[in-house]
Structures are given as C-alpha cells and as structure tokens.
C-alpha cells in the first residue's frame, strides 16, 4: 500500500500521539491537531489523503468540519472517531460524506482496518 | 335531662362530628372537636384518640381534650390487649379499679389526678387495628345503653376516618417512592451519559498503544499475557460502557402495530440454540394473536434479556415458561415468564431494576435497568416474583391497542 497523508483532529493529546505512532509504523505521513480550527487551517494549506476526525472538540462540532472538509477537499477520505457513538450519529455522518466511522475506545487493528477500507474506496 | 334531651344532645354532638370531617379540616381538627364533643356529653374528664403507627408499631396521640398525660404503654402489649378485646368482639372495655388495673403502667398517677373509671374502644376495620380511643371520668358510675351506642357510633366514624387517612398515606408513601426513583434514573442517565464519554477517550489511548505494542512483543515473553489482559479489559470496559448508553439514551420508541407472539417466537428463536444445549424445556401458552402497538426492537430486547437471565438462573436442566394473554377488558395484555432457576434472594429483589446492581460476578448491571425503562416507556409495567430456590417470575403488562386504534389500523390495511 502506498503510503498516506493522514490528518487528526482530535483533542486528546494521547489519541493523537498513539495514531501518528500506529500510522507512521506503516510508513504514512501523519500530521494531528488539537482543535477544529487549527484542523481546518491545516487543510486550506495541505491536501491530505485521509482526515480522522472527532466529533466533540473544544471550538467546534466536528459535523461542521466534516462538511467544510467535503465542501472543500472533497477527495479526503475522512474516518470519523467519537466517543458517544450512536446509530444515528453514524448515519448522520455518513450522510454527510463520512468513509468510515470508528467508536472508542478502537484498537490498532480496527483502525488499520478502517484506514485500508478508506483507502481502497478513494480515487485514484 | 330528661330522655328527649338527651337523644337531641348526642344527635347535635354527632352532627358537629360529621358535618366537621366533611368539611375538609385538619383530621386532627376533626378528632379534637370529637373526642371535646363526646367527653362534655358524657361529662368526663377528658378523652383521648391514639393511632397505631403501622410501621414502627407504636401508638401515637393524634387528639386530646381535657387529659394530658398517657398513662398506658404505647407499645405492643396494649396493640395485643386490643386486638383480643377485637377478636371477642368486645366493642368497648371499662376499667374501674384504677389502683390495681394491669393495663396501666401509671396507675398511682391516675389515680392521683383524679381518674376512677377509663372507657376504652378500640378503633378498627375488621379486624384490623388502627387505634383506640379512651374516655376518662372522675366519678365511678353505670353507662346507660344509649350512652354505649352513641360512644361505640363516635368510635366507628373514628376507625372510618383513620383508615381513609392510612389509605392516602399509603398512596402518597408509594408515589413518594415512586417518584424518587424515577428521579434517580433520569438524573442517572444524564450523569451516564457524561461518564462514558469522558472515560471512553483514555480508553481509546489505552486500547491503541497496548494492541500496537503486542505485536512488538516476542511470542514467550511474559508481557504478552499481561497485554491481552488489558486489551480484554479495556474491550470489556467498551461494553460497559455501551450499555450504560443504552440504558442513557432514553430513547423515545419507535413503536409499530403489531403482534406480541410474533415478537415472542421471534426472541425465543434467538436463543434457541442455548437452550438446546442447556436442556432447557420452554412451555409456551401464548393466547391468541394480540395487537399492540410498540418498538419491536426494544421489546425483544426486554425478552431476550429476561430470557438469559433465566438460562443463567437454571444453568442446565430446567424450564422455563411463557404465557401470554389479555385481561377480562381486553386493555391490558400481560406476558408472564418463570423459571424454575435459582431464584432471588429477598434483599435483592428490591433493587434488582436498580442501575448497576448485578448478582452475576460479570454483570454490568444494567439489562433489567435498560428493561425497565423500555417498559415504561411503552406505558407498562415490569414486575418479578420470586424466593431463593425457588425460582423467578417477570410479569410485564402493555396496553393493548384499543378497539378504536384496531379499527383505525384495519382501516388503514384496507
């Protein structure tokens, strides 16, 4: 697999850094940021292959950046990751364009796993 | 006085007596102008009214006229004294040698200030006691037979009132309880909800940094098992913690016509393997095809977790029956599920609804609390009966889609 530019947005420090190690081990290049509008301005200035993306941060509802990322950067795959995960929050973000949806607590695996599949769906 | 006086005297003494407890006063107001009224007429001393508290078993003074002491024990021996002057039927007990009366635990006193004769009459329903009512005389004399009736008349309007206050202190009792709790699930819910999803973040960093670094970690050295000990436990703690969303979430039904046996069958079958191998025997009574309206989904949920708390009673070689119907109105369908399993211990059975509360060793605690909520939220009700082995019972009613709401949907088919 050829590697990725993967963005987090996520405002837990300790998810961010065990991402980037998880993700960097499979030779990606991994960026994370901590709050929604830091992600955002990341965006404006780099193109990424993927975003993991909360849906609780501190600035704003990840909703909201899900939409602007779809509006802007629509070839990112974006994987979003919560922690008060509901049926209807999975298919609302999904509707919105989400490839993937992750609840945590999730484990390496379950994350590669869903990074593959995101993978495998985006053009070329 | 002469004889007509006399029956006018008691009929306004009685009058007064009613036309107060109709009037929506203080029952204490209303005791107190009955026990003055019938102590003047009988020109005593004074006379008293004592309730029987029917928790702590104790008698309580609710009116006095005229008397300010007690001077009888207020504990159980009195409540055994009236309940045999009840049981022979006797309706009222004079006590006339003050001195030397068993009954008394202040006699001398008694007879210090002045008492020669106590009339007694205990207050009842049937045969249950609520308290007595005690007239007290200065002089040792005979009652007439009209002076009996008209007291032991005032005595059965008393027992009458005191069990019309004891029926709504009940109900208020019940709703208290009810009340509390339903406050406590709502409250707990929030609180849920907030939990999860602040402990759901350092789970995730747990989660990910010990399954990255499993792979890292040689076959045969130690830290491998203590590693997936913490990935099954973080894994379970995710579990938890969903169900304890669940149980927050609330969530209004999604509710459908539909029918009870259907969805019964249906929950039976997801576990129809477990019971095969467990040898358990599942007697269904089902009555017949009853139309209700609900969420399918969460029905079979409050089934399918009944069910499995009955498995794990039994464990292996039991039976477990379901019946179904409706009540003689045809508005209420019921769905009785026993086991023949272990059985719950007296202490439990209170909280066993209660959030958190779990006999098992694994349990989260929360499938009956999740139930409960599904079931009130479908406007029934849940209830268990059981003894420690001797197996359980779940009985849950729901409203049975009304003649109207048939037509309306057989309309609505057509």
């Not at chain 2, 849920?192 to 350092?202: D, K, R, V």
């Not at chain 2, 009985?395 to 889609?401: G, M, V, W």
């Amino acid at each position: 697999m050829k590697p990725f530019k993967i963005l987090i947005i996520d405002d837990e420090e300790v998810i961010c850094n065990a991402c980037h190690l998880i993700l960097s081990e499979r030779g990606h290049t991994v960026e994370s940021k901590m709050d929604g509008a830091a992600g955002l301005k990341a965006l404006q200035s780099n193109r990424y292959d993927i975003v993991l993306l909360d849906m609780m941060l501190p600035d704003m509802e990840g909703m909201e950046i899900l939409k602007t990322i779809k509006q802007k950067t629509p070839q990112a795959g974006v994987i979003v990751i919560t922690g008060y995960s509901t049926v209807a929050n999975a298919l609302k973000a999904m509707k919105l364009g989400a490839a993937d949806y992750l609840s945590k607590p999730f484990s390496e695996d379950e994350l590669l796993a869903s990074i593959d599949k995101v993978c495998s769906d985006l053009k070329p | 006085m002469d004889s007509v006086n006399v029956y006018k005297n008691y009929f306004n003494v009685f009058r007064d007596i009613i036309r107060e407890m109709h009037s929506h006063k203080d029952l204490e107001d209303v005791l107190n102008l009955g026990v003055r009224k019938t102590a003047e007429v009988l020109q005593a001393q004074g006379a008293v009214v004592q309730f029987l508290d029917q928790s702590s078993q104790q008698f309580t003074q609710r009116a006095a006229w005229g008397i300010d002491k007690c001077y009888f024990s207020n504990g159980p021996e009195t409540k055994k004294r009236l309940q045999r002057l009840i049981r022979e039927k006797e309706k009222h007990h004079f006590i006339r040698d003050i001195n030397n009366a068993p009954e008394l635990i202040s006699a001398q006193q008694a007879w210090d200030d002045g008492i020669r004769l106590i009339m007694e009459l205990p207050l009842s329903l049937d045969i249950q006691i609520l308290g007595v009512m005690r007239i007290f005389l200065t002089k040792e004399r005979q009652f007439s037979n009209d002076e009996l009736d008209f007291v032991l008349t005032v005595s059965e309007q008393f027992a009458c009132v005191i069990g019309r206050v004891q029926c709504v202190e009940i109900m208020e009792a019940q709703y208290d309880h009810l009340a509390k709790h339903t406050e406590k699930m709502s409250s707990l819910g929030r609180m849920a909800a907030g939990i999860a999803h602040e402990i759901n973040n350092p789970l995730a960093g747990i989660l990910l940094y010990s399954s990255n670094m499993i792979k890292k970690v040689p076959d045969l050295s130690p830290l491998k098992e203590g590693l997936e000990i913490i990935i099954s436990e973080t894994t379970r703690c995710k579990g938890i913690i969903q169900g304890l969303l669940e149980f927050a979430r609330d969530r209004e039904p999604q509710k459908v016509v539909t029918d009870i046996n259907l969805i019964v069958r249906k929950s039976l079958k997801i576990l129809e393997n477990e019971f095969h191998i467990r040898h358990i025997t599942v007697e269904q009574d089902l009555g017949d095809s009853m139309l209700v309206l609900l969420d399918e989904n969460q029905i079979e949920q409050v089934l399918v977790n009944i069910f499995l708390n009955a498995i794990q009673a039994i464990d292996k070689n039991g039976i477990i029956s379901i019946k179904t119907g409706a009540d003689s109105k045809q508005d209420e369908l019921k769905i009785e599920v026993s086991d023949s399993g272990c059985g719950i211990d007296k202490k439990q059975l209170d909280r066993i609804f209660d959030p958190f509360f779990s006999t098992k060793s694994r349990g989260t605690g929360l499938g009956l609390a999740v139930s409960y909520g599904i079931i009130n939220n479908h406007q029934g009700t849940i209830k268990v009966e059981s003894r420690s082995g001797q197996g359980s019972s779940f009985t849950i009613t729901l409203p049975l889609l009304s003649s109207s709401g048939r037509e309306a949907r057989q309309q609505v088919l057509r």
